[in-house]
């Protein structure tokens, strides 16, 4: 059974995520405040977080990124701002998915199924990766599948999992131009409760780490991205 840990300060918030996850078969944990959470993550196995961001003590973003630095964990961000600008912060920081509130407790629930399941995908996917040892190279751009890393001219990328995600489903589909929900669908797993912006914001950051590379990510107007080397 998959545990999410759920972190908030409001109390109605908790009760109401927990309830509603709890309908889905999964177990719960709760945290008032990122420095709770952070100790949690450190003395137990979590499948997801579902994080607020705004909190007394530790923001969301300063623990998913503590988080993210001991433990490779999914986080689902909550958040009262919903500019632009907060989303991009989020994903920089790692964040797989970001909600903004007042939120729909069943399209929550969706996307935490989506990103569980792509998670689990995604390891299977890992696995028989590791076993090919394979290596997509472009130049001086290096993605070594059996590491999931990313090399730029002998340099390591700092990419985060989602950034290495979409690289990686680019170029193995490089020469076609790809829809933003067909990129939504192969790197998110989303459906109908998928944000085309979000494929926009992720490719912004992703281009801004490929430096020189960056071109190899090609916008086609009308349709969506291709990879092209």
Not at 14 to 36: H, N
Not at 59 to 77: F, H, Q, W
Not at 119 to 146: C, H, P, Q, S, Y
Request: net charge negative.
């Amino acid at each position: 059974m998959p545990k999410i840990l759920i972190v908030d300060d409001e109390e109605e918030i908790v009760r109401l995520i927990v309830r509603y996850a709890q309908r889905e078969g999964y177990e719960t944990a709760e945290a008032s405040d990122g420095s709770e959470a952070v100790e949690l993550c450190r003395k137990c196995d979590f499948d997801m977080i579902i994080m607020d961001v705004m909190m007394r003590d530790m923001d969301g973003y300063t623990a998913v990124k503590k988080i993210r630095s001991e433990r490779d964990i999914p986080v689902l961000m909550l958040s009262a701002r919903g500019t632009e600008y907060d989303k991009l912060f989020g994903f920089e920081v790692g964040v797989d998915d970001y909600v903004t509130k007042p939120f729909s407790p069943k399209e929550l629930m969706a996307r935490v199924n989506v990103i569980l399941k792509r998670r689990a995908k995604n390891g299977a996917v890992n696995a028989a990766d590791t076993n090919k040892a394979e290596k997509l190279v472009f130049g001086g751009l290096e993605i070594d599948m059996a590491g999931r890393s990313v090399s730029i001219d002998g340099e390591k990328a700092e990419l985060t999992l989602k950034e290495y995600d979409l690289l990686t489903y680019l170029a193995r589909n490089r020469g076609i131009a790809l829809s933003r929900d067909q990129i939504l669908d192969g790197v998110w797993g989303y459906d109908s409760f998928g944000d085309e912006r979000t494929v926009d914001w992720q490719i912004k950051l992703l281009r801004g780490k490929l430096g020189k590379y960056r071109d190899h990510i090609r916008t086609v107007r009308g349709v969506g991205y291709k990879f092209e080397a």
